[in-house]
């Protein structure tokens, strides 16, 4: 059936201006905008007259099997049923759109809980974003697996790390994700800033990804673990808390995308229970680091590294569903105008994904994915926190008018 979105403002993100205009979809595709064909009588049209619409928000960094209200103290499903995660991350998912994200990348799921839920999606089954999902985290030996045993695959050496990502590769994994330096969440042994896997087992995780036309997303905090992961041939750096203009610069040179996720310490602080339950160590590491993150992500972007938004929903506080707070904090933070900061969410993260074709901007033959706001997001970014429309490959979840 054709459907119209009928009278929004249609924001162009490669232009960076909007245009008025009708926008006729088929088949879950934008079939043309404003060419000045007219509904006919069996045509299903949506009016949108007034509203602000803008490309489905595209997040690259999520959790959604990661609970959000775990105070990280042991295994955070300790106890649970698997189906008990299962349901978890169906919600996490329904409520991830509903906040304004039509697609995601989750970097880090739980025994592939998070590959039912896309499949479940994908079938229609269940409401959602698009998603594309990594499977099990590659990791060294490390302390980390006892807060995640069912989010590590742990693998140490090329040929290790070779099987690891064939591994999920096989449990229908999109791409591959590797730990490159030491994480915040994870146990008081480890270091943050410590160097995981080393360059060449790095290269032998992109081989493996690039050889089944996927890409490999490098979690990485300081300067040799960021610089590794870009001379690897990794398609993006996750967090980059630590870097320097040298690292920033070979990121650049590369094209390797920089995935801030600069919510998390607000996130985490914003929720009180959370803030006072959470295990210290791992506090205190968020504290202080929040500064010299959000000037990072500032001199990264000044630098030319390519930037897609990422929240790393799912740590603590870090709520399914509030992923537009990081388009708030890249502008008021670190930096980002409301421009930039939408473009890292649509098209930046659509060509990160390599899916530039089909997602990314409100353009004749991509997907239906569209968002509409009451206000103009562009002169405040606030605005993106308010969704009033969420439409996903033509179907619109949600229309609060
Ligand atoms: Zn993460």
């Not at 979105?5 to 079939?31: F, P, Q």
């Not at 949506?46 to 999520?62: K, S, W």
């Not at 300790?78 to 304004?100: D, F, S, V």
Request: a negative charge; glycine letters at 10%.
């Amino acid at each position: 059936m054709t459907q119209w979105l009928r009278g929004g403002s249609i924001y162009d993100v490669a232009a960076g201006a909007y245009r008025r205009g009708d926008i006729r979809i088929e088949a879950g595709r934008i079939a043309s905008i404003s060419d000045g064909a007219k509904p006919s009588g069996d045509d299903m049209v949506t009016d949108v007259e007034g509203a602000y619409l803008l490309p489905g928000f595209i997040d690259c960094h999520v959790h959604l099997c990661s609970p959000t209200h775990a105070a990280y103290r042991n295994n955070v499903w300790n106890g649970k049923l698997p189906g008990e995660i299962a349901i978890y991350a169906a919600e996490a998912a329904k409520r991830t759109l509903m906040g304004g994200i039509t697609t995601a990348r989750d970097v880090g799921g739980w025994d592939y809980h998070e590959i039912a839920v896309r499949s479940a999606i994908n079938s229609g089954q269940i409401p959602g974003p698009r998603l594309f999902c990594a499977g099990r985290l590659l990791s060294i030996t490390t302390a980390t697996t006892a807060y995640f045993p069912g989010m590590y695959e742990v693998a140490d050496g090329p040929e290790q790390v070779r099987a690891a990502a064939r591994k999920q590769l096989a449990h229908g994994a999109d791409l591959i994700k590797v730990m490159a330096t030491g994480a915040m969440t994870s146990s008081e042994y480890e270091d943050a800033r410590a160097i995981q896997f080393t360059l060449e087992e790095l290269k032998a995780a992109v081989a493996v990804a690039e050889e089944n036309f996927k890409h490999c997303a490098a979690h990485a905090h300081a300067t040799d673990g960021i610089k590794n992961a870009a001379l690897a041939g990794c398609r993006s750096v996750e967090h980059g808390t630590f870097g320097n203009e040298e690292v920033y610069g070979v990121m650049a040179e590369k094209g390797t995308y920089l995935v801030p996720t600069t919510c998390t310490t607000s996130a985490m602080l914003a929720d009180n229970e959370i803030s006072a339950s959470l295990t210290p160590h791992i506090k205190e590491r968020y504290l202080a680091t929040d500064d010299i993150h959000l000037k990072n992500m500032d001199l990264a972007k000044r630098l030319g590294v390519p930037v897609a938004m990422g929240t790393d929903a799912g740590t603590p506080g870090n709520h399914h569903g509030d992923n537009t707070q990081e388009l708030v904090r890249m502008v008021e933070g670190a930096g980002f105008t409301p421009h930039e900061a939408v473009h890292a969410a649509t098209l930046g993260a659509a060509t990160m994904l390599r899916r530039e074709a089909d997602l990314g901007s409100i353009d004749e033959g991509k997907y239906a994915d569209i968002i509409g706001f009451a206000d103009d997001p562009l002169a405040d970014i606030t605005v993106t926190r308010d969704v009033r429309l969420v439409m996903k490959g033509g179907d619109v979840m949600r229309y609060d008018r």
